[in-house]
Nanobody, 118 residues
Framework: QVQLVESGGGSAQIGGSLNLTCVGS?????MGWFRQAPGKEREEVAR???????RYSESVKGRFTLTRDVDANTVSLQMNNLNPDDTAMYYC???????????????WGPGTQVTVSS
């Protein structure tokens, strides 16, 4: 089993920034972030795959940046120019091999809340 612990959530104003960090208890090839807002489906936000390729959802491209520290087994999400649509619970995810499509990740963190308001 892999334990994932997120930190860095909180409140921000429109146009503001937050940085999320996730620490994994052991190395995994794939790490990334999902989010889920009340009444909405879970959405993959960003991920870094086994081949180091990073993929972003269209809704965050150009505003969010994912970075991975393989030695520390962490993944961070720098979120800039936040807007109310970014309000959600953010979950760190991990997979021991290639990142799966959809939400079929092996391991999920408990989540950290991000709230964006005016």
């Amino acid at each position: 089993q892999v334990q994932l612990v997120e930190s860095g959530g909180g409140s921000a104003q429109i146009g503001g920034s937050l940085n999320l960090t996730c620490v994994g208890s052991t190395y995994t090839s794939c790490m990334g972030w999902f989010r889920q807002a009340p009444g909405k489906e879970r959405e993959e936000v960003a991920r870094r795959d086994l081949n180091a390729k990073i993929r972003y959802s269209e809704s965050v491209k150009g505003r969010f940046t994912l970075t991975r520290d393989v030695d520390a087994n962490t993944v961070s999400l720098q979120m800039n120019n936040l807007n109310p649509d970014d309000t959600a619970m953010y979950y760190c995810v991990a997979q021991r091999t290639w990142c799966p499509e959809g939400d079929g990740y092996e391991f999920w963190g408990p989540g950290t809340q991000v709230t964006v308001s005016s």
